[in-house]
């Protein structure tokens, strides 16, 4: 997903860590850029690692190796637009592998001007899942979005706040804070390479570590094809624990009807 193409089929082969730590279903840094005014995207999200890990936690064994969701993204102006998303695991043995949950977003564009070192967006998003996939059952996220380009050059900044509406049992544990972070560099109008990463950093009542964070790092190559297609190709792995592998492919398309 780039520039004013932020629509993805996305075949996103991930899920080597527990939930607790990122979304299994969509690990994705997002721009600053919106849907096109009157533009509609249509995604497909694939997780899994080559080897899945049967003999480890339960809950993690879970997620591996293949989910399927799908996205459908709405361009209503020309900063403001919605994505639908649902998640699906059809290869798990989780009784809940058709519909694992779902979330809806908004994200608008804020800020764009020169004086500005950042761009800035904002999104916000409600999700709902299943019990057998998490024990958060719904939750609402609000991500700050800062870009900045400079030539060829990108960095994008998701940090980001979540809330626990309903937890397993009626718990609702502390707000937590995660980033996700990309720095690009774009070699033409079609082809770009970057670096993604992933983590987890705490909560508002203990701003330390949280102990079960991972923290992910996706080398990837980003590839604008014709008609409004994108494709993209990473792999990545997890720095602070021994996990498999996460391989990483989207393919996106937008079209205006």
């Excluded at 949280?210 to 590839?223: E, K, N, Q, S, Y």
Aim: glycine fraction near 10%; include cysteine.
């Amino acid at each position: 997903m780039r520039g004013l193409l932020p629509a993805a089929l996305a075949l996103v082969l991930a899920g080597a860590v527990p939930a607790a730590a990122q979304d299994l279903f969509e690990l994705e840094v997002f721009e600053f850029g919106t849907t096109p005014k009157g533009t509609y995207g249509i995604g497909l999200h694939t997780n899994g690692v080559p080897q899945p890990d049967t003999d480890g936690d339960a809950s993690a064994s879970a997620h591996r190796p293949v989910h399927l969701s799908a996205e459908v993204l709405r361009g209503w102006t020309g900063r403001f637009d919605t994505a639908v998303f649902v998640q699906t695991a059809p290869f798990g043995a989780s009784a809940g592998r058709w519909f694992a949950g779902g979330h809806v977003r908004a994200k608008v564009a804020m800020v764009d001007e020169p004086a500005f070192p950042f761009k800035i967006a904002l999104s916000g998003e409600y999700g709902f899942n299943r019990p057998s996939w998490d024990d958060e059952l719904q939750t609402f996220e609000v991500t700050p979005i800062l870009e900045r380009r400079m030539g060829r050059m990108s960095v994008i900044l998701n940090p980001s706040m979540e809330l626990v509406v309903q937890g397993d049992e009626g718990q609702s544990p502390d707000p937590s804070f995660a980033i996700a972070a990309r720095t690009g560099w774009s070699f033409n109008d079609s082809l770009s390479v970057a670096v993604d990463y992933f983590s987890r950093s705490g909560t508002t009542r203990h701003l330390a570590a949280d102990d079960p964070a991972h923290h992910l790092i996706f080398p990837t190559v980003d590839v604008e094809l014709n008609h409004g297609w994108t494709l993209s190709l990473g792999a990545g792995h997890c720095i602070t624990s021994s996990e498999p592998w996460v391989f990483r492919s989207m393919l996106g398309f937008a079209f205006a009807p």
